[in-house]
């Protein structure tokens, strides 16, 4: 796991500049695969535990940023963090994930394709820690200032009050980076750190067109890079015929995950036909059926 | 002299023939039960000189010499008493020669004032008795009605006295044999009047309630999974009050197995009229779930014949244990091997299996969250998997039931009761078993997959559909065929000849087993 490792001291040349300038700048980085500081970068930061909502919308941002030549920066936790790298990856993009412990291993282990491919295709893994630190609880707050401190803005998806998501957004804040915040559903108690970011200042963020123009000089950070981006993405499936009975259905999901005896109770159907209809809007990927026998949509 | 009585013995559920011989002769008085007797019949020898002392009548102090022939075989069981004291009063000529004759079985256990007690296993005994040729059964009072089910001519008698009284009439004279309660022994089977379990107890679960239905149905096995706390067995515990009444011949089936456990609740109606519901708790071993033991004695899925066999918290149960389900499962019946003999007992049940969804139990709730790492849901779906997931057809996955639905204040969608489900079952049940009349299966659960075409043609849509999840979903070739097997029970109870697309959908939808492991992450994927 330690080859291919090198150490970039602060100072020399390719410390990113963005991360010397930050009050307690790490000393030196271990670094796996390549680390290219002329690539404007964003943090996109989440629940370990994210509803599919949060997935689906960290998912698209992440590939949308990707696609235009951001590179999109996470810790590659579970939940949030891994689906911006992973989407990041589909995009064709680069992608840098900070570790909370030292590069001779990859925590959560189920990450560690995950973290092969992010070096496979030009991003890279970042710790602060000498490559035998193990995963302890007391890395990881001070990882996520390496996060926001590598980049010019940090999204947060979905987090509860106490999270580790909320404090990347107070140290970025702190560090004078953009700080966004993607509103969640009043209900869901993963929405109570972006609500509480956006009551505090945070921008609103719902595509990833919004991050160029509200943080300054990226869009000529990347004009100036002048480098061609990456294919966009596959331009959204032309629409497709939905029967009223599907429309119905998706409109009751909305962004929500619903059980079954939910959406029952909102379509007002009886049973027999509203199964029929999921398992078609199932096997034509509008929906996916989840544990527990609840359905959420996939578009 | 010499005297004979007959009567009768088992190995598993199998009888043999056994001839009881009595020699009294002179010299010192002694005592002594040959023929590989076991503890209990060799301790007759206490209760005889009791029951007969009691009965009026005496033992000489002579050398008396009792066989149990033939004498290799081992006999369990103090059924012979009743035999043996036949054999001495005929040997020491307190009795005529052979009142008892050849073609007479007599079973029964006599206490030390010559009362007749109850045995075990009347029914298997007497069943045998029938097929070995006896013409009429001798048994205690008690087990008469039991012992009548055989359709053979039964004595029923309380004691000696009256056992030797009976017999030795004069054919003229003789009592009619026992008739059996009042009317034929079809009747019955129904569920009791004030049957406290009812389908409509359990609030809410619609979708759960019809998965049961569609099980009860085909006679497919269902597996059910949520929260803690979500009516999971209460569930269970209404399946046999939907499945069909008892024929007779399943009634004596289950009799049979039941009495030789020793646990027949036959002592008040002679034949076990309910459908068995067997719950073994999770700590059970395999010898516990197949059988086995000294004697190869029954377990429970045989004690489950016709029955239900409930696995609540599946995930807990012994991998062996589980392993050990697959014979019965596959075969409907299962062959206890022990040392010297090997039994083979039938084991046709229903099998419903619950279980948490994860281990801590909330995957899938829709206000709580699951703490569990994917490591240990990953061990898991692994604990689950395997062979026995396998032979399960139908996934209910319930969820836990909002207030209002407890509260009755939700718009209850006609709840259905057991009665009105029964019904369709029922319904579904005759159209399956008019289609497969002349086959060796009866519900569409048990269609094997070469008669699959035979039964189950879908039509255009529905084959369509079909080709699209398998392709989707890549599900194996055997899952499709659990499909077809269950799109047609849902068209039987629809009372549908033809098997049409809206089956097949929800056919799909009950056993997308792998619909319990779905990632959430596949949202994350590009379209």
């Given at each position: 796991?330690?080859?291919?490792?090198?150490?970039?001291?602060?100072?020399?040349?390719?410390?990113?500049?963005?991360?010397?300038?930050?009050?307690?700048?790490?000393?030196?980085?271990?670094?796996?695969?390549?680390?290219?500081?002329?690539?404007?970068?964003?943090?996109?930061?989440?629940?370990?535990?994210?509803?599919?909502?949060?997935?689906?919308?960290?998912?698209?941002?992440?590939?949308?940023?990707?696609?235009?030549?951001?590179?999109?920066?996470?810790?590659?936790?579970?939940?949030?963090?891994?689906?911006?790298?992973?989407?990041?990856?589909?995009?064709?993009?680069?992608?840098?994930?900070?570790?909370?412990?030292?590069?001779?291993?990859?925590?959560?282990?189920?990450?560690?394709?995950?973290?092969?491919?992010?070096?496979?295709?030009?991003?890279?893994?970042?710790?602060?820690?000498?490559?035998?630190?193990?995963?302890?609880?007391?890395?990881?707050?001070?990882?996520?200032?390496?996060?926001?401190?590598?980049?010019?803005?940090?999204?947060?998806?979905?987090?509860?009050?106490?999270?580790?998501?909320?404090?990347?957004?107070?140290?970025?804040?702190?560090?004078?980076?953009?700080?966004?915040?993607?509103?969640?559903?009043?209900?869901?108690?993963?929405?109570?750190?972006?609500?509480?970011?956006?009551?505090?200042?945070?921008?609103?963020?719902?595509?990833?067109?919004?991050?160029?123009?509200?943080?300054?000089?990226?869009?000529?950070?990347?004009?100036?890079?002048?480098?061609?981006?990456?294919?966009?993405?596959?331009?959204?499936p032309a629409a497709r015929r939905v029967s009223q009975g599907w429309s119905k259905i998706l409109e009751s999901l909305g962004s929500e995950t619903l059980?079954?005896?939910?959406?029952?109770?909102?379509?007002?159907?009886?049973?027999?036909?509203?199964?029929?209809?999921?398992?078609?809007?199932?096997?034509?990927?509008?929906?996916?059926?989840?544990?527990?026998?609840?359905?959420?949509?996939?578009? | 002299?010499?005297?004979?009585?007959?009567?009768?013995?088992?190995?598993?559920?199998?009888?043999?023939?056994?001839?009881?011989?009595?020699?009294?002769?002179?010299?010192?008085?002694?005592?002594?039960?040959?023929?590989?007797?076991?503890?209990?019949?060799?301790?007759?020898?206490?209760?005889?000189?009791?029951?007969?002392?009691?009965?009026?009548?005496?033992?000489?102090?002579?050398?008396?010499?009792?066989?149990?022939?033939?004498?290799?075989?081992?006999?369990?069981?103090?059924?012979?008493?009743?035999?043996?004291?036949?054999?001495?009063?005929?040997?020491?000529?307190?009795?005529?020669?052979?009142?008892a004759g050849a073609r007479l079985c007599l079973l029964g256990e006599l206490a030390l004032d010559g009362t007749v007690v109850k045995i075990e296993s009347?029914?298997?005994?007497?069943l045998e008795a029938k097929r070995l040729g006896f013409t009429a059964l001798a048994v205690p009072a008690a087990n008469a009605e039991e012992a009548a089910?055989?359709?053979?001519?039964?004595?029923?008698?309380?004691?000696?006295?009256?056992?030797?009284?009976?017999?030795?009439?004069?054919?003229?004279?003789?009592?009619?044999?026992?008739?059996?309660?009042?009317?034929?022994?079809?009747?019955?089977?129904?569920?009791?009047?004030?049957?406290?379990?009812?389908?409509?107890?359990?609030?809410?679960?619609?979708?759960?309630?019809?998965?049961?239905?569609?099980?009860?149905?085909?006679?497919?096995?269902?597996?059910?999974?949520?929260?803690?706390?979500?009516?999971?067995?209460?569930?269970?515990?209404?399946?046999?009050?939907?499945?069909?009444?008892?024929?007779?011949?399943?009634?004596?089936?289950?009799?049979?197995?039941?009495?030789?456990?020793?646990?027949?609740?036959?002592?008040?109606?002679?034949?076990?009229?309910?459908?068995?519901?067997?719950?073994?708790?999770?700590?059970?071993?395999?010898?516990?779930?197949?059988?086995?033991?000294?004697?190869?004695?029954?377990?429970?899925?045989?004690?489950?014949?016709?029955?239900?066999?409930?696995?609540?918290?599946?995930?807990?149960?012994?991998?062996?244990?589980?392993?050990?389900?697959?014979?019965?499962?596959?075969?409907?019946?299962?062959?206890?091997?022990?040392?010297?003999?090997?039994?083979?007992?039938?084991?046709?049940?229903?099998?419903?299996?619950?279980?948490?969804?994860?281990?801590?139990?909330?995957?899938?709730?829709?206000?709580?969250?699951?703490?569990?790492?994917?490591?240990?849901?990953?061990?898991?779906?692994?604990?689950?998997?395997?062979?026995?997931?396998?032979?399960?057809?139908?996934?209910?996955?319930?969820?836990?039931?909002?207030?209002?639905?407890?509260?009755?204040?939700?718009?209850?969608?006609?709840?259905?009761?057991?009665?009105?489900?029964?019904?369709?079952?029922?319904?579904?049940?005759?159209?399956?078993?008019?289609?497969?009349?002349?086959?060796?299966?009866?519900?569409?659960?048990?269609?094997?997959?070469?008669?699959?075409?035979?039964?189950?043609?879908?039509?255009?849509?529905?084959?369509?559909?079909?080709?699209?999840?398998?392709?989707?979903?890549?599900?194996?070739?055997?899952?499709?065929?659990?499909?077809?097997?269950?799109?047609?029970?849902?068209?039987?109870?629809?009372?549908?000849?033809?098997?049409?697309?809206?089956?097949?959908?929800?056919?799909?939808?009950?056993?997308?087993?792998?619909?319990?492991?779905?990632?959430?992450?596949?949202?994350?994927?590009?379209?």
């Open positions: 796991m330690t080859d291919g490792l090198c150490v970039l001291r602060r100072g020399e040349p390719g410390f990113p500049r963005l991360l010397e300038e930050i009050p307690d700048a790490p000393g030196a980085l271990y670094i796996r695969g390549r680390l290219d500081p002329e690539i404007p970068a964003v943090a996109i930061v989440g629940s370990r535990r994210p509803s599919p909502y949060g997935i689906r919308t960290a998912a698209a941002l992440a590939r949308g940023m990707a696609a235009k030549g951001i590179a999109v920066v996470s810790g590659l936790a579970r939940g949030i963090d891994g689906m911006a790298h992973q989407a990041a990856l589909d995009a064709g993009g680069a992608t840098w994930a900070v570790l909370g412990c030292g590069l001779g291993q990859v925590y959560p282990p189920e990450h560690r394709d995950l973290a092969e491919r992010i070096v496979a295709s030009g991003g890279c893994l970042i710790s602060e820690l000498p490559p035998d630190a193990a995963p302890l609880a007391a890395h990881f707050p001070r990882r996520n200032r390496i996060i926001s401190g590598l980049s010019m803005g940090c999204v947060v998806v979905e987090g509860r009050l106490k999270s580790g998501s909320l404090i990347t957004a107070k140290l970025a804040a702190e560090q004078g980076r953009e700080v966004f915040a993607v509103p969640g559903p009043a209900s869901s108690p993963l929405s109570q750190a972006p609500h509480w970011l956006l009551e505090n200042g945070a921008s609103l963020l719902t595509s990833a067109e919004e991050v160029l123009w509200k943080i300054p000089g990226l869009e000529d950070k990347l004009a100036a890079r002048s480098r061609p981006a990456a294919a966009a993405p596959t331009a959204l059980t079954l005896d939910e959406l029952r109770e909102a379509v007002d159907s009886d049973a027999q036909p509203l199964i029929q209809h999921l398992v078609d809007m199932e096997l034509s990927d509008l929906i996916i059926a989840l544990p527990g026998r609840r359905y959420a949509r996939k578009t | 002299m010499i005297a004979r009585a007959h009567s009768l013995a088992l190995r598993g559920l199998e009888g043999y023939c056994v001839a009881v011989e009595a020699y009294v002769a002179n010299g010192l008085p002694a005592y002594a039960v040959v023929g590989l007797p076991d503890a209990a019949v060799r301790e007759s020898k206490e209760r005889l000189m009791g029951a007969l002392r009691n009965s009026g009548f005496f033992l000489a102090p002579k050398r008396i010499t009792v066989n149990l022939s033939p004498a290799r075989a081992r006999k369990e069981g103090t059924h012979f008493d009743l035999a043996i004291a036949f054999a001495l009063l005929e040997a020491t000529g307190q009795i005529p020669k052979s009142i009347t029914l298997s005994l007497a089910a055989a359709g053979l001519p039964v004595h029923p008698v309380n004691s000696l006295r009256e056992a030797v009284a009976l017999l030795g009439a004069p054919d003229g004279e003789k009592p009619r044999p026992y008739a059996g309660p009042g009317g034929d022994g079809a009747a019955g089977g129904e569920p009791e009047a004030g049957d406290a379990e009812d389908l409509s107890d359990i609030k809410g679960q619609a979708f759960a309630k019809r998965a049961m239905t569609v099980a009860a149905a085909g006679a497919h096995n269902i597996l059910l999974i949520g929260p803690p706390g979500t009516g999971k067995s209460l569930l269970a515990r209404r399946l046999p009050g939907l499945l069909p009444p008892l024929k007779t011949q399943e009634m004596i089936e289950i009799t049979r197995v039941h009495s030789l456990s020793g646990r027949s609740g036959a002592a008040r109606s002679g034949l076990v009229r309910q459908r068995p519901f067997r719950a073994p708790h999770h700590s059970a071993s395999a010898v516990a779930l197949v059988g086995g033991g000294p004697w190869a004695k029954p377990g429970e899925v045989a004690l489950a014949h016709h029955g239900v066999l409930f696995l609540d918290e599946l995930a807990e149960f012994s991998r062996q244990a589980l392993e050990a389900l697959r014979e019965p499962l596959e075969e409907g019946r299962i062959t206890v091997a022990r040392a010297r003999e090997a039994v083979e007992y039938q084991a046709r049940f229903m099998l419903v299996a619950a279980t948490n969804s994860c281990p801590c139990g909330f995957r899938g709730h829709p206000r709580r969250e699951c703490l569990c790492t994917p490591l240990m849901l990953g061990r898991y779906a692994q604990r689950l998997s395997g062979p026995l997931l396998d032979r399960i057809d139908i996934l209910a996955e319930m969820n836990p039931i909002a207030f209002d639905e407890w509260s009755g204040k939700a718009r209850e969608t006609a709840a259905p009761s057991s009665a009105t489900t029964r019904q369709a079952v029922l319904g579904a049940r005759k159209i399956q078993e008019e289609r497969f009349r002349g086959m060796d299966f009866a519900v569409n659960a048990r269609i094997p997959a070469r008669e699959l075409r035979r039964f189950c043609r879908l039509d255009g849509d529905g084959l369509k559909l079909l080709e699209a999840a398998s392709r989707r979903w890549s599900v194996s070739a055997r899952t499709l065929d659990r499909t077809l097997r269950l799109s047609r029970t849902i068209a039987d109870l629809g009372q549908s000849p033809e098997i049409r697309s809206e089956h097949v959908a929800e056919a799909l939808d009950l056993n997308r087993l792998e619909r319990l492991w779905a990632d959430p992450a596949a949202l994350a994927a590009p379209l």
